[in-house]
């Protein structure tokens, strides 16, 4: 399989850390992994789902977390294909 | 929150609805967003899955009219940009019914908790199913009355734990799907909100129904999680990912709920019927007695 | 100029009964809706107008209990039709709940409460009046309802008709207070001409739908009501709510709003409440009944001004609003008041809060499930005068 030619999808999100109330949902139903609480917190005293350090480009752009949000806190903000090989480690 | 900060939110909301699918943030008043549901609750998205299903189900939004009583459920179509109407504990069905019989064209649909249409509202909604009115009616089963700091209810699984029951439950509980079948309704389907296009779909069923159609889902309560086995934010939606079984052709004696962890958790599109509705008859009746002249 | 359906009862002269008088003239005032569950003695009522309604176009239908009943009127008045339900005490017990959801909705409706002997289930066949204080008190919070009290067959038809009017005109529940003498009375019934009927309709929004419409405009004391499926996409809530409809817990909103939904009623009262005087101009001792016993408190007055005692009967035709300004004045007139009811003492408290201080007021209570017959009230204000 040539790498270099297959193009797949990679997903980047966006995150209001504000309309989140921490549920962990996106976390636990993201795939690949690619979600994790922040150490930080937002005003009302929430963890919210950042982007794992190295997982930016790992999102395969499922669509899951945008739809199971509650809160609508999280949405895939665009869809890049990119060559395999950029993305497969 | 300043009006600034809130407006951003909002903003977001917005955005992030749109890309989801385009006229969801028509549909959903994004100016009431943040919504009061708490973190762990399945309301939002089950709020998401009835607003893409009033766009996708071709009716016209106008004609679409949600209806609910009290609760944290009861709250839901207050979210939704259409007529809605947050009624009495329990009332919700009985208000539905005169909303429907009065214009018929309306697409009337009830959003309720276990407490508010099967508990208080029980009479109403056995009787509403009976008489198979034209009527949806989505029953969201999170096991507990939550709004009120979470006490047992109708459908708590024997042996739970709530803030009523502190010594563990001695009832037994309400089978909705078995219940709604025996009283004559007419569409029954049972989902969670993370199986969200069989949800999505199921109401899309119910709106293309003609007759009562009853839809449950099984959501997420953190009230009722954390006396119960399920204490952190995901672990009743982990529980149904993993032991949920769809069984279209369902037995539904056998489809009453313990969340027991061994125990499955069967879910699916049980049970549809077309059977003429107290709509169609009384419009018949009506044409008749125009026809045939009073009764003496 | 208003159409009226060919099946309504004609223009004409009828010897009949209160309970289908009140049905029938509920369709003349466009009553397209019936929702019920059977309970002595206003039977008749659903009765005739499951036969009725179908024969111009609308919907009964007999509910699993009276809650169902009023719920169900509601909803159908949401969606844009005149609706109403009859019961009796016990069934009307359980409709308070959803008297104060139609306060708080503004939605208009209409309840016939052919009151019965109580508490309780009482005796089902017999009348009573003990209703006149839950009618007014009965759902919890602040709220300002319609009551009319009818003594005669005419009267219930014609109060029925306005009750629909005052409940669409100021979007508010209505109740005719009628009881079970009233209601199986068979009296004659006058019909007038159509065009000498008044109608009101409620006020729609006179906007287009795309325009954004508040349901509960406080800047207007009776907001233009916008009807389900019209296409303003509005929120109606039994919470307490701001103008748009959303639930909201601010103290300033809280008080508009509640002061609002009695302020409709309150600055309007003048122009609501009625009754009618018999005698009253030089009375010395004022006979106050209303309802079946003012029949009675009737003849009382005609035989004691034979042998010239100055006595009056003052009448209210609405129960809530009391017209308590006009009873204020008579008060100040006379020097005793009786106060006659099939009760053990309700409306004595209307005329005791708004009477003057010095004059003496004896209640005369009855035994519920019967109507005092003019010799018992006669006997009691013969004591009361001294003769």
């Not at chain 2, 106008?62 to 979210?79: A, D, E, F, M, Q």
């Not at chain 2, 999505?200 to 007759?211: N, P, R, T």
């Not at chain 3, 209160?18 to 369709?27: F, K, V």
């Not at chain 3, 079946?292 to 609003?321: D, Q």
Request: proline share 6%; hydrophobic share 40%.
């Amino acid at each position: 399989m040539n790498l270099e030619k297959l193009l797949v999808p990679v997903g980047f999100l966006q995150i209001s850390p504000e309309l989140c109330k921490g549920c962990g949902f996106c976390i636990e139903f993201c795939p690949r992994n690619v979600l994790e609480f922040s150490e930080d917190v937002n005003s009302r005293g929430y963890h919210y789902p950042i982007i794992r350090k190295g997982m930016e480009m790992s999102c395969s752009a499922c669509g899951m977390c945008q739809r199971i949000c509650p809160d609508y806190a999280i949405y895939l903000e665009k869809v890049e294909k990119i060559p395999a090989k950029k993305v497969i480690r | 929150m300043s009006s600034s900060d809130r407006f951003r939110l909002r903003e977001f909301a917005v955005t992030s609805l749109t890309k989801y699918y385009e006229g969801l943030e028509q549909v959903i008043r994004t100016d009431r967003m943040p919504h009061i549901f708490c973190p762990g609750c399945g309301l939002g998205i089950i709020l998401k899955g009835l607003a893409e299903a009033i766009l996708k189900s071709g009716i016209p939004i106008n004609r679409h009219v949600g209806v609910s009583g009290i609760g944290c459920t009861g709250r839901l179509p207050g979210y939704l940009r259409i007529d809605a109407y947050h009624v009495t504990h329990g009332r919700a069905v009985a208000f539905a019914v005169g909303l429907k019989l009065a214009n018929p064209e309306l697409e009337v649909t009830v959003v309720g908790g276990d407490g508010d249409i099967v508990t208080i509202g029980g009479n109403h909604f056995i009787h509403a199913a009976r008489r198979n009115h034209d009527i949806n009616v989505i029953i969201v089963n999170n096991f507990i009355y939550g709004m009120t700091g979470g006490q047992y209810g109708a459908t708590t699984p024997t042996g739970s734990y709530t803030t009523t029951s502190p010594y563990g439950h001695v009832e037994y509980p309400f089978n909705i799907p078995l219940l709604a079948y025996a009283s004559g309704a007419t569409f029954i389907a049972r989902w969670t909100p993370i199986h969200y296009a069989q949800m999505v779909d199921a109401f899309l069923q119910m709106f293309e129904h003609k007759g009562f159609a009853v839809v449950e889902i099984i959501a997420p309560c953190v009230l009722y999680g954390e006396r119960n086995r399920f204490p952190s934010y995901t672990d009743m939606v982990k529980y149904f990912r993993d032991r949920c079984v769809i069984d279209h052709e369902a037995d539904l004696r056998k489809i009453g709920i313990s969340l027991d962890p061994k125990e499955p958790l069967v879910i699916g599109n049980f049970y549809k019927v077309r059977r003429k509705t107290y709509e169609e008859l009384y419009k018949e009746l009506i044409e008749r007695v125009s026809k045939e002249g009073a009764k003496e | 100029m208003k159409s009226f359906h060919p099946r309504l009862l004609k223009p004409g002269r009828y010897f009949m009964q209160g309970n289908i008088a009140t049905a029938e003239a509920a369709l003349i005032a466009g009553c397209r809706f019936y929702a019920g569950y059977p309970i002595t003695p206003s039977n008749e009522i659903a009765e005739w107008m499951s036969r009725r309604l179908p024969e111009v176009g609308g919907v009964f239908i007999q509910m699993e209990d009276e809650i169902g009943s009023i719920v169900a009127v509601l909803g159908a008045s949401a969606a844009g039709v005149k609706a109403m339900t009859a019961t009796s005490g016990p069934g009307f017990s359980l409709m308070m709940e959803s008297v104060g959801l139609a306060s708080m909705m503004e939605i208009p409706a209409v309840i016939v409460n052919v009151m019965r002997a109580g508490p309780s289930t009482g005796i089902p066949t017999l009348v009573g009046q003990g209703d006149i204080m839950q009618a007014k008190w009965g759902s919890h919070g602040d709220y300002e309802i319609i009551a009319y009290l009818p003594s005669s067959v005419q009267e219930v038809f014609d109060m029925t008709i306005k009750a629909f009017n005052m409940a669409e005109k100021y979007r508010v529940l209505t109740i005719v207070l009628s009881d079970q003498v009233i209601g199986h009375m068979i009296g004659k019934l006058v019909v007038p001409d159509y065009e000498e009927i008044e109608i009101i309709d409620r006020e729609l929004p006179d906007v287009p739908p795309e325009k954004l419409v508040y349901p509960f405009d406080n800047s207007r004391l009776i907001p233009p009501m916008p009807i389900a499926g019209a296409g303003y996409r509005v929120n109606y809530d039994s919470l307490t709510h701001d103008e748009r409809g959303y639930p909201s817990v601010d103290r300033d909103v809280s008080f508009r709003l509640v002061s609002r939904l009695v302020r409709k009623i309150r600055e309007n009262e003048k122009a609501i409440a009625e009754w009618e005087e018999y005698y009253t101009d030089d009375a010395d001792i004022l006979l106050v009944a209303y309802g079946c016993t003012a029949r009675s408190a009737k003849e009382v007055v005609k035989k004691l001004r034979r042998e010239n005692i100055r006595i009056g009967l003052f009448r209210p035709k609405t129960a809530w609003p009391f017209p308590w300004w006009r009873m204020n004045e008579l008060s100040k007139r006379v020097s005793k008041i009786v106060v006659a009811e099939i009760n053990m003492g309700q409306m004595l408290h209307l005329v005791r809060e708004y009477s003057a201080r010095d004059v003496e007021i004896v209640h005369v209570p009855y035994a519920p499930g019967y109507m005092p017959p003019p010799s018992y009230i006669e006997n009691i204000v013969r004591g009361v005068y001294g003769a």
